[in-house]
């Protein structure tokens, strides 16, 4: 018996499936965050893994980790861009074919992909990441929208729980 596809897809921050490209002392798992990767594999999402800006234009992998205001350089932006311009055009490649994008999925605290929380010194402060931020400028430009979600590595079950209606009623 020949098998659908889901059409359903979901856009993930490279290091949810890939802890391994993470600042030095960063990680959360050897691989990927396996309660994400099974929530979405039980209900016949596809995962489409972003590039890592920071592993691929500052850093590297064994970079340490530092603060949004060192990683914002009028060049690491321009790369932030261009990557979201990219996934931009992924993402449109779906959406025109009928495919359900349910959201991009980023990573709290990261100076590169926080949706809505930044860390100054030892506090959580409200903020974005460089690459999120890119990506928002793109998609008003371009006048679509697809939710954007920010996993808390710290706190994953208030994130399964947004997901889990995310995949409900999406
Ligand atoms: S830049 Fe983004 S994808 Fe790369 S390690 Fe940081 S949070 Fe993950």
Known sequence: MAIERSKRVIFVAHCILNQNAVSVGRERAPGPIRELLELFAEA???IVQMPCPQLEHNGGLNRK?????????????????????????????????????LGILGVETSPTCAVHQLINGNRNVPGKGIFIEELENEMRAKNFQVPIIGVNLNNLF?????????LKYS
């Open 65 to 101: 980790p530092k603060p949004k205001e060192k990683y914002d350089t009028k060049s690491y932006r321009a790369a932030c861009r261009s990557q979201a311009k990219l996934l931009l055009q992924q993402i449109q490649t779906y959406l025109s074919k009928d495919y359900n994008v």
């Open 158 to 166: 208030s994130t399964m729980e947004k997901l889990q209606s995310l």
């Open 44 to 46: 016949g999402v596809g």
